[in-house]
């Protein structure tokens, strides 16, 4: 697959710009933290973790819901450049001393505008690129690309430009990480390539919604991956204040225990290729009840050693979900379909973090880090048996794609 030098190509812009990413994951709360002035603490890091779902939101529902076709090649294109343009102002901000948190807040809202058009567009170039045959590998480097991107070198880094040099260098850094997958955009996806399988198929004017509502279990299959994120987010409003007051640890034992997340993810995410023989369907629901489990075991733990072995082995189980869901989904679907079904799927199940921080914020805030975390973990597994009842259940579509997985 690596082979092919478009895909190569694309592939490494997007590790190298979720590099960036993955270091606002440490910078961003630490920033928050010394700027939130006289709102609390919890909520302050809600709403800098939403703000960059709230417009990109929107965006991505037009385009998912409605009948309008753009692009992905100008999407992501439109996504690198507002991304750097924002980021590097937010940095200069951050290091002169003049950034506060409404700045803050209001910049990752526009900066982000294109945040889940982009991501689905960067799927949807790759998995072209490669066609039916390669859609499943594809997917999981593109998971690979996430985990350790995301989850081990973003946040490694992040936590040590934190401790050296400041917050605001690392808006730097992802300003910097757009601009490279611009590049790669442009030098490995020739204007107009992406929509020849569309013109092929013939396209389609329908919305995503209603080619979803022609294939129920991946329907309903959305509407447990956006509980599963939602019940999620809570752990990252929880982990800066956990890792600070249970641990006693800094910026340094956030950033590592991201990274150990990260490390159990890149494992997960290698190990992806070895299941697409597996049942797709129970493997996903399987997913959700041994994730349940890790916010559980952090909050009955004071130790940092524990705390990392724990959220290793939680990435190494979440891992594989994302690039199973999206290749069962789009096993289904002819290529006229991809780009609004991807589009609305990608925004239903990521819609959910903005929710999840804004009801994070105040939950925290409330039962504290530790209690947050059990809760968390709680719901989710009450979440398992309507899971296996809704995607478990008998398929009544007739797609045989979607009837083998």
């Known amino acids: 697959m690596l082979r092919d030098r478009r895909i190569a190509g694309l592939l490494l812009g997007d590790l190298l710009a979720n590099v960036g990413t993955g270091m606002l994951l440490v910078a961003m709360p630490v920033q928050t933290l010394s ?25 991505a529902l037009a385009i998912g819901l409605g009948r309008v076709r753009v692009p992905p090649r100008t999407l992501l294109v439109a996504d ?21 948190l409404p700045v803050l807040v209001a910049g990752l809202l526009f900066g982000a505008t294109f945040r889940l058009a982009g991501s689905s567009s960067r799927r949807l170039l790759a998995t072209s690129a490669a066609g039916e045959a390669g859609r499943f590998s594809v997917n999981g480097l593109l998971g690979l690309n996430t985990t350790f991107a995301l989850y081990i070198a973003g946040p490694v880094l992040g936590g040590v430009v934190v401790a050296t040099a400041g917050a605001g260098l690392a808006l730097f850094v992802d300003a910097g990480g757009a601009l490279i997958l ?57 982990l800066p204040l956990y890792v600070s007051g249970t641990l006693h640890a800094g910026a340094s034992g956030l950033g590592v225990l991201w990274g150990a997340l990260g490390a159990g993810a890149f494992l997960g995410a290698a190990l992806v290729g070895r299941l697409r023989n597996l049942p797709q369907r129970p493997l996903l629901v399987a997913i959700i009840g041994l994730w349940a489990l890790c916010p559980i075991a952090l909050a009955v733990t004071g130790d940092l050693t524990v705390a990392l072995l724990v959220f290793g082995l939680g990435g190494l189980v979440y891992a594989p979900f994302t690039p199973v869901a999206y290749s069962f ?16 799927w990608t925004t239903g199940s990521t819609v959910a973090a903005p929710l999840g921080l804004a009801l994070g914020g105040p939950l925290i805030e409330l039962a504290g880090s530790t209690g947050g975390l059990v809760l968390s973990g709680v719901l989710t597994l009450l ?11 008998r398929i009544p579509e007739r797609n045989p794609l979607c009837a083998s997985a």
């Open 35 to 59: 700027l939130h002035g006289g709102v609390p603490k919890a909520i302050a890091i809600g709403l800098v973790e939403a703000a960059p779902f709230v417009l990109s939101t929107l965006l």
């Open 80 to 100: 690198c450049v507002l991304r750097s343009l924002t980021f590097a102002t937010l940095g200069v901000l951050a290091v002169a001393g003049l950034l506060t």
């Open 182 to 238: 611009l590049a790669a955009t442009l030098a490995c996806v020739p204007r107009g390539a992406e929509g020849k399988d569309a013109l092929r198929d013939g396209g389609t004017h329908e919305s995503g919604w209603r080619i979803l509502r022609r294939r129920p279990v991946a329907a309903r299959l959305l509407v447990v991956e956006f509980f599963f994120n939602f019940l999620y987010m809570p752990v990252e409003v929880a």
């Open 329 to 344: 989904l789009q096993s289904g679907l002819a290529p006229g379909e991809q780009q609004q079904v991807v589009t609305l």
């Open 383 to 393: 979440l398992l048996p309507i899971a296996a009842r809704a995607v478990l259940g």
